[in-house]
């Protein structure tokens, strides 16, 4: 190639104007996106305004989170969700400590090992889990768990049918972020004679980290308010229970579907004042899920 052509000014493609009924046609986009945006934005803001003003009140009142229904009769202003709160902590946290380990060994095998009928067959079930409805989950447990095995109803119960809710959003969020790892890490440690196993704890899954919490607290946040579990499952008791696997067990969605049959002033402060509670506590997982994200991505 001569001098005379490398010295020759390189000329920028030319790009055409933009056509007016294209500017229409994204024009048009962007306020239909908009309105849908605001329309499903109503409801949303309905629910929360009508709980809140609802249940402030209940929630403001003196030991509404440090004591029970124990002895409260059906007409009293008194007492408060500390057992239900409590009873929702430990049955999510009980699905959790199942349901996490199971899905991200399921979400690292198919990202780091998929191959043949086996993961075809898991990605499968997976897919089938995410669309089962709560109510069937807690239908197989209670055939399986109390009808076959004649074990009582009780809150591990209402754990393993959250363990079938909680599985495929841990899979399907630990995947994703696993597949978000470059491929590039992986070839470098294996350059440097580093085994497969070795590759995947050391690097990928703390690369991936950040977003894997983000998805197992959302998927404890997606359980916390299921009610048929606990409806089909446990009993409702006014009193802490520490006993998981025998006994009945409240919780905030069970004591707001007791409480709604209630006809006193008092039963539906209790109701409204139990859903902006269980409200709070989803809220609060969701921003906690949020902030861990950004601290582990920030210290990376």
């Known amino acids: 190639m001569s001098a005379t052509t490398l010295d020759r000014p390189v000329k920028a493609p030319a790009f055409r104007q933009v056509s007016a009924s294209r500017k229409v046609r994204n024009s048009i986009a962007t306020v239909v996106m908009w309105l849908s945006f605001l329309i499903a934005l109503v409801p949303l803001g309905w629910v929360l305004v009508l709980v809140l003003n609802k249940g402030l009140h209940a929630i403001t009142r003196n030991g509404w989170f440090t004591k029970s229904q124990k002895g409260i ?16 902590i430990v049955q ?5 400590v199942i349901a996490v380990p199971l899905g991200i060994l399921a979400a690292i095998f198919l990202v780091e090992y998929g191959r043949g009928w ?16 709560s109510i069937v989950a807690a239908l197989f447990v209670f055939a399986l768990w109390i009808a076959t095995f004649g074990l009582p109803q009780s809150a591990f119960a209402v754990s393993l049918a959250m363990v079938l809710l ?53 998927a404890i946040a997606r359980v916390m308010g299921e009610t048929a579990p606990v409806l089909v499952l446990v009993g409702y008791s006014k009193s802490i229970n ?34 902006l509670t269980l409200i709070l506590m989803i809220a609060v997982l969701y921003l906690g899920a949020a902030i861990v994200n950004r601290l582990l991505t920030r210290n990376r």
């Open 92 to 96: 999510s946290a009980v699905a959790a």
């Open 242 to 275: 520490t006993d998981i696997f025998n006994g009945n067990m409240a919780s905030l969605p069970l004591m707001i579907y007791q409480e709604l049959a209630n006809p006193e002033p008092a039963g539906r402060m209790r109701v409204w004042g139990a859903a």
């Open 166 to 218: 909680m599985l495929p959003v841990v899979v399907r969020s630990t995947e994703e972020m696993l597949k978000l790892v470059p491929d590039e890490l992986r070839e470098a440690s294996y350059a440097l004679g580093i085994p497969k196993w070795k590759t995947i704890v050391r690097i990928v899954v703390p690369t991936a980290l950040p977003g894997m919490i983000s998805g197992m607290l959302l």
């Open 118 to 133: 086996l993961a075809k067959v898991t990605t499968f079930m997976v897919d089938i889990l995410a669309g089962v409805p």
């Open 73 to 88: 009769l059906p007409d009293q202003y008194g007492g408060g969700v500390y057992h239900a709160i409590y009873g929702t």
